[in-house]
């Protein structure tokens, strides 16, 4: 841990203790390696989610936005479009970005590949891929086995999405993703009326605007628990709609879920049930101050290795 984390360190130590003391022991932490591992999970998080932040207050140069560029990166390439007043593309690049990924070993490629359109000319931006998704899917067909590696370039979906098929026409497949994304968002016809009817139907409030775009997401193929959470998160982080997660979405977890068993119960297979550790996460972030996004985070990758600290990407 960096020296200049160690009073964050101090806090969260304290708030756990507190909440230990008054709320409910956290038996998953009575052992020192625990806890600090723990710790150092959310004062990683923490550090990704101020990384978002403070890219979408930093200049962006235009290579981010450009696919023939080696510096194309979709989170960066909807902060400038947001600037430019492009919301809908910004939007889309979030999307992109969540739906492929970012494994270790080949970053942006297979969406940055996909996205311009393997070089050949233009791009399926999102007017392009809105006004005609089935073309998208044709395209998709006809390059599929270059994307999947036929020209020797690594291509991969990322750590959230390594069960995703790029299949244009199986149920499910990116095919289906692309298509019932655009079919999502098309009854409103911009991203920013999606949100505006959101703050409508919840009077505007963050948390239950999240929860209302979280339900109304299952509209999205292959978008689970996970990619509905990773993508709404996003687009809150950057600044292009006014929201936030008022809980850590348990039902359908499993890393998160086995981690909160964990933290509470000392054991990854008691029967606390997914409300119930809904209900306690939501008052222990009363203790800790570090919002439901981080607590998700910090317990999926703590219970991989609750007893040292390990980094855990892609």
């Known amino acids: 841990m960096r ?36 710790i150092e999970q959310f004062v990683e998080s923490i550090r ?3 990384y978002v932040t403070l890219i979408s207050k930093r200049s962006v140069c235009d290579d981010r936005a450009d696919p023939s560029s080696e510096l194309f990166d979709p989170e960066k390439a909807a902060v400038l479009r947001h600037r430019q007043g492009a919301n809908d593309e910004a939007f889309w690049m979030v999307f ?5 990924g970012k494994p270790r070993k080949s970053g942006w490629r297979l969406v940055r590949d996909i996205y311009g359109r393997l070089g050949d000319g233009g791009y399926w931006d999102w007017a392009t891929t ?31 999405r390594k069960y995703q098929s790029l299949h244009p026409y199986a149920a499910s497949g990116t095919g289906d993703a692309i298509e ?14 999606l949100i505006q009817n959101a703050a409508l139907q919840t009077n505007a409030d963050p948390r239950r605007m999240f929860d209302y775009l979280y339900d109304s997401m299952n509209a999205v193929a292959s ?26 979405y348990m039902q359908g977890a499993t890393g998160p879920f086995a981690g909160g068993k964990l933290l509470f119960d000392g054991n990854t297979a008691s029967n606390l049930n997914r409300v119930d550790l809904d209900t306690l996460l939501i008052r222990l972030d009363s203790y800790l101050n570090v919002g439901m996004q981080v607590i998700e985070d910090a317990l999926c990758n703590w219970q991989k290795s609750p007893g040292e600290f390990k980094a855990f990407k892609g």
């Open 96 to 100: 992109l970005s969540v739906h492929f």
């Open 130 to 160: 809105s006004a005609a998704p089935g073309a998208f899917r044709h395209w998709l067909s006809a390059n599929l086995a270059t994307l999947k590696g036929g020209d020797g370039v690594v291509r991969r979906f990322g750590n959230h």
């Open 3 to 38: 020296h200049q984390d160690y009073p964050l360190a101090q806090q969260l130590w304290q708030g756990l203790d507190l909440f230990s003391q008054q709320v409910r022991s956290l038996q998953g932490i009575n052992n020192p390696a625990y806890r600090d591992s723990l």
């Open 48 to 50: 990704r989610i101020r």
């Open 180 to 193: 019932s994304y655009v079919s999502w968002v098309k009854p409103f016809t911009t991203h920013d009326h």
């Open 223 to 248: 978008f689970g628990r996970t990619a509905k959470f990773d993508y709404l998160t996003m687009i809150g982080k950057l600044g292009l709609a006014p929201i936030e997660p008022g809980s850590t």
